[in-house]
DNA sequence: CGGCGAGTTGATCATAGTCAAGATCTGTGG
DNA sequence: CCACAGATCTTGACTATGATCAACTCGCCG
């Protein structure tokens, strides 16, 4: 991978990425630091389609397609790795043990949308804002941003909202039931999950262990 | 792509295609009928997380990850193109064309995702229905199975509130608005639009043609 | 003719949205 | 170190969109 590297990107909390319907020549990959991936309406309406921890790809798709689909900010100071558009195409024709792990990656993608999909059609406020916690808890976990009982969470209520389908100030008092029922708590860019178990339960999965990902 | 073909199949309505939390050794292309996409929760809940029209393709999480996320079901008659799943690997190292359209695929259908997920937790039920039938009308005047005024609509009235989060009374009170409008008619397994731009408008569409979809 | 799946419609209920006001937290400059 | 401003979070009161329940119709197939 290595030889594909074009260098190495710093940027700010609030820094746009990349920007619906635009064709970067860049793509990434994230060292350190987190971001959301959102598509927002004429009137402002904004959908949160995923958040992005260290580890994923971000711009893959203006890289296969002609150009972005979502926009994507980061919500904390980020570290990235900067791969040229041109290097991905040429990658397939040299590596393909590593373009099938991109597409692994861009499989991964589709299954969290769905799994989104699901939450947002389907789970009520409570069901939304536990699946989600422990989703993010998860995650952050799995790339070792986390203890078993708390993490740093960089995003806003607004951005859990709009993640959800919900408004604002019902994700704040839904946020408050849960602290109510001890399962977990959000206060000041920190995560508590108090039981995590039970935070599962609420939110209705039955589970098993996340997939092995490549490295890259 | 013939190289690698190892079969045809023809499947009837109803038929389980392949199923969430399984492998199979299988993927396929649609020549011909529809399916939908779907997940479902152990009390029964149902989200459709997409339709499936003649060109797509099934299974191909299967074939990158472990298993399956979602399942697939036949809603009309289908004929199927079969694939194995360890050709597809073999393409990777052989045909970094197809390769790459592959990955193309896969990015077009988080696409396709990111946007019903934008659908489902930002837009009111009237904004919905009116997206997805001009999405499903879009998307079969593409594939040559519609008129500029109709086309077959396989899915049932459940499928749509399904996918759309909706509630199926809902829906259908919400369908029959955009009849009252003189817009689109949804009558006996027959979709009628009377006026696309207008119906565009209402979903709240600004845009852009669809891009070019590699053959597979 | 009878039965079943799908679609339609009305009445009532509940979840989540909106509006509004205040509290708290953060960063900035004096 | 403090004061202030803007962002973020919190809580309460009221509203509205869509869910649920229930009954009925229609079309299709045996």
């Known amino acids: 991978m290595e030889t594909f590297k074009a260098g190495e990107l710093r940027v700010d909390r609030d820094t746009p990425i990349v920007l619906e319907g635009t064709s970067s020549p860049h793509l990434y990959t994230v060292l350190e630091g987190t971001a959301i991936r959102f598509k927002t309406l004429e009137d402002g309406r904004r959908q949160v389609i995923g958040f992005v921890l260290p580890g994923d790809f971000i711009g893959l798709q203006a890289a296969v397609m002609a150009e972005m689909q979502h926009s ?15 290097d991905l195409y040429r990658m397939f024709g040299e590596q393909p043990e590593r373009s099938f792990d991109v597409t692994w990656l861009a499989a991964r993608e589709e299954h969290f949308l769905g799994d989104q999909l699901v939450t947002v059609g389907r789970r009520s406020a409570l069901e939304r804002v536990a699946h989600a916690l422990h989703m993010l808890h998860g995650r952050a976990l799995d790339v070792g941003i986390a203890t078993k009982t708390s993490m740093d969470m960089p995003f806003t209520q607004e951005d859990l909202a709009d993640a959800l389908g919900l408004s604002l100030v019902h994700t704040n008092k839904t946020l408050s039931r849960l602290r109510a029922l001890q399962v977990a708590s959000w206060k000041t860019k920190k995560l508590e999950i108090f039981d995590r178990e039970r935070l599962a339960d609420i939110a209705g999965i039955e589970n098993a262990p996340p997939p092995i990902r490549p490295l890259i």
């Not at 994507?72 to 041109?86: G, K, Y």
């Open 72 to 86: 994507v900010t980061a919500v904390s100071a980020m570290h990235l790795c900067v791969f040229n558009r041109a």
